[in-house]
């Protein structure tokens, strides 16, 4: 087997790039180690950048989201029993963000890559990249019991931060970059109508809280809880109950309960691993980099690497400028590190770590309440939360 560009990993940056290679003409091949049910199964977030949707309007698949998504001008932070709006459209110049989910994204990419054609292989086991540093890079993977070969100008690596394309490069190419969070995410997936028309960021003695949602009907509820803690201890009404305390009195009033369709605990942590490119080899997404989820970065730094990887891929095919290759880890980067500062921020800021004494505490208070009471606070919250623009690729 023969194609242009590799792609291992059938989430949403595999099928995002795989979608923006063909409409330019680009050939591709998506491999994939688990089913398309499965793929479509994991329950991730749903906030997209104003970059990300204009990114897949011009991958022609935002039909659906535009009908569907939810359009938000801002966000509230809760502090201390008090709302505190966020204006995103009018603090960063007319940037909005859209509210849909991560599997609708992703479900809207399988069709369209369907309806076009280009194939996909799903149940693809022992999936390995080779040669990377040659002129003639291939992956080779098992499927029904045959082995294949797949050979290719370029590897793109989208298969997350347990896949196989990050642990191919040598240790000793690699600087590694992480902190992991003392706590989780316990997460609650319910049909009720959302407690507010926009999300809600709470700080609260008890520890953080998130009021997200993926439409009218549909929200997404989270509650900060020790590392240590396990799903199976957490009832339904145990979790409606420990976020009724972390809102707002208003708020907590107004909160409709209903069973739980999913139930999970996410744990935390910021990762970054440094270069993103061995040879022919490229990371997109959470192979190269994890974000906290307070900032809603992961899926659309992802979709950053892969603007950047496609335009670069576009150049080389169109106009043989094969030099913009070895600045892809470069202007990657430059984007992930403030993503992953703001993610880092909006984490240290609102969550309760236990190792905090009262006076580091008291300081994280302070400044919180001196970004949110200036006009120069609050834009800078808004700009990072909207999205900093891509970087043109010349």
């Known amino acids: 087997m023969k194609t242009q560009v590799a792609i291992i990993g059938a989430g949403p940056a595999g099928l995002l790039l795989g979608q923006l290679l063909h409409k330019a003409g680009i050939d591709n091949v998506i491999v994939e180690r688990q089913t398309p049910e499965y793929v479509l199964g994991r329950i991730r977030a749903g ?45 960063t110049g007319g940037k909005t963000v859209m509210v849909y989910g991560q599997t609708e994204v992703t479900r809207d990419l399988m069709a369209a890559r369907e309806a076009c054609g280009a194939k996909s292989i799903y149940q693809a086991s022992n999936v390995q990249p080779h040669g990377m540093k040659s002129y003639s890079p291939y992956i080779t993977f098992e499927k029904d019991g045959e082995t294949y ?79 240590t803690e396990k799903v199976e201890d957490w009832s339904d009404e145990r979790f409606w109950e420990e976020l009724r305390s972390r809102l ?67 150049k080389v095919y169109q106009e043989g400028r094969t030099d913009l290759l070895e600045k892809y880890s470069e202007i990657c980067l430059r984007r992930i590190w403030k993503a992953e500062r703001f993610s880092w ?33 609050r834009k800078t919250i808004a700009e990072n939360y909207v999205g900093l623009p891509y970087e043109d690729i010349e």
């Open 345 to 377: 921020w909006m984490t240290s800021m609102l969550h309760d770590f236990p190792e905090n004494d009262a006076f580091t505490k008291r300081m994280l208070q302070t400044e919180l309440e001196y970004f949110v009471g200036s006009e120069a606070g």
């Open 47 to 91: 906030v997209l950048e104003q970059g990300m949707v204009d990114l897949l309007r011009e991958a022609g698949v935002s039909e659906r989201m535009d009908a569907e998504g939810l359009v938000h001008d801002g966000f509230e932070l809760a502090l201390d029993g008090r709302l505190e709006h966020i204006d995103l459209k009018a603090l």
């Open 149 to 227: 070969r797949l050979e290719c100008d370029y590897i793109a690596g989208c298969d997350g931060f347990h896949g196989v394309s990050r642990k191919s490069i040598p240790s000793e190419v690699l600087t590694e970059f992480e902190r992991v969070y003392p706590f989780g995410w316990l997460g609650l997936l319910a049909d009720t109508p959302p407690v507010h028309d926009e999300l809600i960021y709470a700080r609260h003695e008890r520890g953080f809280a998130l009021c997200s949602m993926r439409s009218s009907t549909r929200t997404r509820y989270y509650v900060q809880v020790p590392a």
């Open 248 to 314: 707002p009195a208003e708020q907590a009033a107004k909160l409709v309960t209903g069973p739980s369709l999913e139930k999970s605990i996410a744990p935390l942590r910021s990762f970054v691993v440094e270069p993103m490119q061995y040879g022919k080899l490229f990371l997109l997404g959470d192979a190269a980099h994890i974000v906290p989820p307070t900032g809603a970065k992961g899926l659309n730094l992802a979709a950053s690497d892969v603007n950047t990887m496609y335009r670069i891929l576009v």
